[in-house]
C-alpha cells in the first residue's frame, strides 16, 4: 500500500462544487484515515454523493485538490482508478449480459490475471455461484447490489467508494454484505468511504464519521464521541439532531 | 501526466466490444434490425432501377447506379448509427457511470466505438449487397478495389459525425436521442448520392464540395458510367475525412470532459 506519509488514503483540500450558481459542495476539506471504514452521512442534497463523484474523478471539482493514495487525483486519475473501486445501487450494469459476462468485461477493464478463477472466487464469497449465468437484469435487488460490490472488488481495491451499498435490502442480506466488507477490510487492509443513510450500519462499521449539511461539513468524529458530544443515545438521533440543523446537546 | 495516464490498451478497448458482442449475440432483434432496413432499400431501389432501366437513357447506361448509391449511403448511415446506437446503449443501460470508475480513456472508448461500428455496417450493408446478387443480379463487389476505397471513406465520415451525436446525447441527455437518428439526413441532399454535385444550387456546391461523401459519390458514377478511377476525388474525400475525424474526436471529447463538469456520468436520463 502506497497512502500518503500521513497515513490518509484521501486528502480532499478547499473542495467546491457549483452547478449554475449553486453550491453543491462548499470549500470542504477531509481527510480520510488509511485502513478504516469512514462513513458520509447526510440528509438529501447534502452533498455526499457529488462528494463521492469528485473524489473519483467523475465530477470535476469547481475548486480545490484531492489527493488519493498520496497521489494527485485529477494529475494520476487513471493510474489511481486501478487501486480504487466503485458501487452504487444507482449505477446499474448491463441487463442483458449474464454476471458472468459482466464481470468478464469489468476484469478486462481492469486487466485483471486469472480472470476467470477470480470471478469463481468472489462469486463463491457473495453467493453468486448459482447466478453467474442469469442476466443481471433478471436479479433480484439483493442480488444486484451483490454483483456490484462483486465488481467493485474484482480489482481488490486498496480504497473502496460505496454509495448505500445496502439501501433496498433486507437485513438479512444487508447483514451479509457487511460482514463480507468487514473479512475484505481485514484481509487486505483497505480502507473504505461509505455514504449511508444507514445509521446502524454506520455505527456498526465506521470508525469516523463526516457529517454533512447543505454542502458542507459541520461535524466530523467517531461515532461514539459524536454520540457523547450531541448527548443522544444513537447515530440516528445524532443523524436527525444535523440534518434539522439543532443545537448541540450539551450533557 | 504519467506514461500510465496517456495508456492505449487494447484490452480495455477488446472489453467494451466484447460487452457489445455479448449482447448482440443473445438480442436477435438487434441483429435483424441491423440488416432489415439496408435490405428493405436495397430492394426499393432495385424495383425502381427494374423500372427506370426500360425509361431512363442515364439508368440503362449504368444499370448498378442507384443501387450502388443506395448501398454505399447506408454505409455512411449505418457507420454513423453504429457509433450513437453503441453509445447509447450505455446510456440506456446507465452503466457509463461504471465504466468511467474504471481504468477505461474515453479515447478507447471511442475506438471501442469505431470497431462495434465497422461491425456492424459489415453485417447491415454487406447483408444487403449479397440479398441483392440473386435479387438484382447486381454484385456491388465487382466495383473491386475502389470499392474499399468508397467504404472506408463512407463509414469514416459515419464515424465522425456519430460522435458528434454521441456527444450531444451525452451532454444534453437521451431525450437528444433522435439526434442520432434524423443528424445525417441533414446533409444527405448535399451528398450527391443520386444526382451530380452540379445539379446543386451554385451557393450551395462548395458547401457539398466540403462533404467526403460528395466526392466519394462522384468518384462512384466516373467508375460505372467511364469506367475510369477519379483519384482526385480520392484525395479531397481522404483529405476532408482527415478533417472531419479528428473534429468528431475533438468534440466527443469536448463533450465528455463537459458531461466531468456537469457530473452527467452518474446522472444519465432525460
Redesign the interface.
Same mark, same amino acid.
Request: net charge positive.
Given at each position: 500500500m502506497n497512502a500518503s506519509h500521513q497515513g490518509y488514503v484521501i486528502e480532499a483540500h478547499r473542495l467546491s462544487?457549483v452547478?449554475d450558481q449553486v453550491s453543491a459542495v462548499d470549500d470542504i476539506s477531509l481527510q480520510i484515515r488509511h485502513g478504516v471504514t469512514t462513513a458520509l452521512l447526510g440528509g438529501n442534497g447534502a452533498g455526499k454523493?457529488?462528494t463521492l463523484?469528485m473524489l /473519483?474523478?467523475?465530477? &470535476?471539482p469547481t475548486t480545490g485538490s484531492i489527493r488519493i493514495l498520496g497521489e494527485d487525483m485529477l494529475?494520476?486519475?487513471?493510474?489511481l482508478?486501478?487501486r480504487?473501486?466503485?458501487s452504487?445501487p444507482?449505477?446499474? /450494469?448491463?441487463?442483458? &449480459?449474464t454476471v458472468r459476462?459482466n464481470l468478464?468485461?469489468?476484469?478486462?477493464?481492469?486487466?485483471l490475471s486469472d480472470l476467470k478463477q477470480r470471478i469463481r472466487r468472489i462469486a463463491g464469497e457473495l453467493n453468486l455461484d448459482e447466478v453467474l449465468d442469469r442476466r443481471y437484469g433478471r436479479l433480484s435487488a439483493g442480488q444486484k447490489t451483490r454483483v456490484s460490490l462483486a465488481?467493485s472488488l474484482l480489482n481488490e481495491p486498496e480504497l473502496l467508494l460505496l454509495d448505500e451499498p445496502t439501501a433496498s435490502l433486507d437485513p438479512d442480506t444487508a447483514d451479509a454484505i457487511r460482514t463480507h466488507l468487514e473479512q475484505y477490510q481485514k484481509r487486505t487492509g483497505a480502507s473504505i468511504l461509505l455514504a449511508s443513510h444507514n445509521m446502524s450500519e454506520v455505527e456498526r462499521m465506521a470508525a469516523d464519521v463526516i457529517m454533512m449539511r447543505r454542502g458542507k461539513i459541520v461535524d466530523a468524529g467517531s461515532p461514539d464521541r459524536l454520540i457523547d458530544r450531541y448527548g443522544r443515545s444513537s447515530m440516528e438521533e445524532v443523524f436527525i439532531d444535523v440534518a434539522r440543523n439543532r443545537e448541540l446537546h450539551t450533557k | 501526466?504519467?506514461h500510465?495516464?496517456i495508456?492505449f490498451?487494447t484490452?480495455?478497448i477488446?472489453?467494451?466490444v466484447?460487452?457489445h458482442l455479448?449482447?448482440m449475440r443473445?438480442?436477435w432483434p438487434r441483429v435483424l434490425e441491423m440488416v432489415y432496413w439496408p435490405t428493405v432499400q436495397m430492394v426499393l431501389w432495385g424495383f425502381i432501377t427494374l423500372f427506370l432501366q426500360t425509361n431512363s437513357s442515364y439508368i440503362a447506361q449504368a444499370a448498378g447506379i442507384l443501387l450502388s448509391a443506395v448501398l454505399l449511403w447506408d454505409v455512411l448511415f449505418r457507420g454513423q448509427l453504429g457509433i450513437a446506437l453503441v453509445f447509447m446503449?450505455e446510456m440506456w443501460?446507465?452503466?457509463l457511470?461504471?465504466?468511467?470508475?474504471?481504468?477505461?480513456?474515453p479515447y478507447e472508448m471511442v475506438a471501442s466505438l469505431i470497431l462495434m461500428s465497422l461491425i456492424r455496417t459489415l453485417i447491415g450493408v454487406g447483408g444487403a449487397a449479397i440479398v441483392a446478387i440473386p435479387l438484382f443480379h447486381f454484385n456491388i463487389f465487382d466495383l473491386g478495389l475502389p470499392l474499399i476505397a468508397f467504404f472506408l471513406n463512407l463509414v469514416i465520415m459515419g464515424w465522425a459525425v456519430g460522435l458528434i451525436v454521441s456527444g450531444i446525447v451525452l451532454r444534453y441527455g437521451l431525450g437528444a436521442e433522435s439526434v442520432a437518428w434524423i443528424a445525417v439526413f441533414a446533409i444527405q441532399p448535399l451528398c450527391a448520392i443520386y444526382y451530380p454535385v452540379e445539379v446543386l444550387p451554385g451557393w450551395l456546391q462548395p458547401v457539398a464540395w466540403a462533404l467526403p461523401a460528395s466526392h466519394v459519390f462522384e468518384g462512384m458514377r466516373e467508375l460505372l458510367l467511364h469506367q475510369t478511377f477519379n483519384w482526385h476525388h480520392l484525395a479531397y474525400a481522404v483529405g476532408l475525412n482527415v478533417l472531419y475525424l479528428a473534429g468528431g474526436i475533438a468534440t466527443f471529447l469536448g463533450y465528455f470532459?463537459a458531461a466531468?463538469?456537469?457530473?452527467l456520468?452518474?446522472h444519465v436520463g432525460e
Open positions: 462544487k452547478f454523493t457529488t463523484a /473519483l474523478g467523475l465530477l &470535476l494529475q494520476h486519475r487513471y493510474r482508478l486501478h480504487m473501486n466503485f452504487s444507482y449505477v446499474d /450494469l448491463p441487463q442483458r &449480459l459476462e468478464t468485461v469489468y476484469g478486462h477493464l481492469y486487466r465488481k | 501526466m504519467s500510465e495516464d495508456d490498451s484490452r480495455r477488446g472489453a467494451l466484447l460487452r455479448y449482447l443473445k438480442s446503449e443501460s446507465r452503466n457511470g461504471h465504466l468511467f470508475v474504471s481504468p477505461l480513456r470532459r466531468r463538469q456537469r457530473g456520468l452518474l
